[in-house]
C-alpha cells in the first residue's frame, strides 16, 4: 500500500476554507485516496474518496492531481467542528487501511 | 440502525488477565476490523474478517485472537494483557470494494 505524508497540523480561520495536503508519491494506479477525520477520541468518520478524478460531496472536495501524486481536502467554509485529525489513507484493499498520523486542524474564530 | 456497537466503553484489567471485547453491527456487512490507536498515533490494524468464518492478520495482531462465527459479531480476545495493550481500540465494518468503513465509539482499555 502506498504511503502518504500530511503536514502534522494546520491552522485555519473559521468560515475560510480549509485545504489539507497529502503526498502519495509511490501510489499504484488501482489505489483509492481516502479521506477520514476523527473528532476528539471518537471513531474516525469516512468524509470523501476518489481515484482519479476530483471528487465533491456535501462534506468536502478532493482535488488529485493528474500524476496522482498528491491530493487535496478541501473545507469549503471551515467551522469550529471541523476542528480534528483529518488522514489521508491510499490503498486498494478494504481489509488492510494504514492509517498515519494524520494532519491536526484548528479552526479558530 | 444502530451502526457498530462496542462494549465495554472502558475497561481496567491487571497484567496477565483475559478478556474479550465485543463488537456488533446491523448492516449485514461482509467485512470486519479491529484497530488499536495509542496516543497521539493513527490507526493499526489488528485482524479482520471477510466474512463469517473467515480471519486473517492485520499489521499487530501478536496479544489478540478474533472469531467471526456470525456476520453481526466480531469479538477480540485478549489472551494474557500486558501494559502494552493499554490502548483504544476501535472496530469498524464495511460492505467491501471502494465503499466506506463505518467505525465503532471505541473501547478504552488501561492493563495495570
Known amino acids: 500500500d502506498a504511503k502518504t505524508t500530511q503536514p502534522p497540523s494546520m491552522d485555519c480561520a473559521e468560515g475560510r476554507a480549509a485545504n489539507l495536503p497529502c503526498n502519495h508519491s509511490t501510489i499504484s494506479g488501482n489505489e483509492y485516496v481516502y479521506w477520514y477525520r476523527q473528532i476528539h477520541s471518537q471513531g474516525p468518520q469516512y468524509i470523501i474518496h476518489?481515484?482519479?478524478n476530483n471528487e465533491t460531496n456535501e462534506m468536502a472536495s478532493l482535488i488529485i492531481t493528474e500524476d496522482r501524486k498528491s491530493s487535496t481536502l478541501i473545507l469549503p467554509h471551515a467551522t469550529l467542528r471541523d476542528t480534528a485529525v483529518y488522514y489521508c489513507?491510499?490503498?486498494?484493499?478494504?481489509?488492510?487501511?494504514?492509517f498515519g498520523a494524520g494532519t491536526r486542524l484548528t479552526v479558530k474564530p | 440502525n444502530a451502526g457498530v456497537t462496542q462494549t465495554p466503553k472502558f475497561q481496567v484489567l491487571k497484567t496477565g488477565q483475559s478478556m474479550t471485547l465485543q463488537c456488533a453491527q446491523d448492516m449485514n456487512h461482509e467485512y470486519m476490523s479491529w484497530y488499536r490507536q495509542d496516543p497521539g498515533m493513527g490507526l493499526r490494524l489488528i485482524h479482520y474478517s471477510v466474512g463469517a468464518g473467515i480471519t486473517d492478520q492485520g499489521e499487530v495482531p501478536n496479544g489478540y485472537n478474533v472469531s467471526r462465527s456470525t456476520t453481526e459479531d466480531f469479538p477480540l480476545r485478549l489472551l494474557s494483557a500486558a501494559p502494552s495493550q493499554t490502548s483504544v481500540y476501535f472496530c469498524?465494518?464495511?460492505?467491501?470494494?471502494?465503499?466506506?468503513?463505518?467505525f465503532g465509539p471505541g473501547t478504552r482499555l488501561t492493563v495495570l
Open positions: 469498524a465494518s464495511t460492505p467491501g470494494g471502494e465503499n466506506e468503513q463505518f
Open positions: 476518489g481515484l482519479k
Open positions: 489513507i491510499a490503498f486498494y484493499n478494504n481489509n488492510d487501511m494504514r
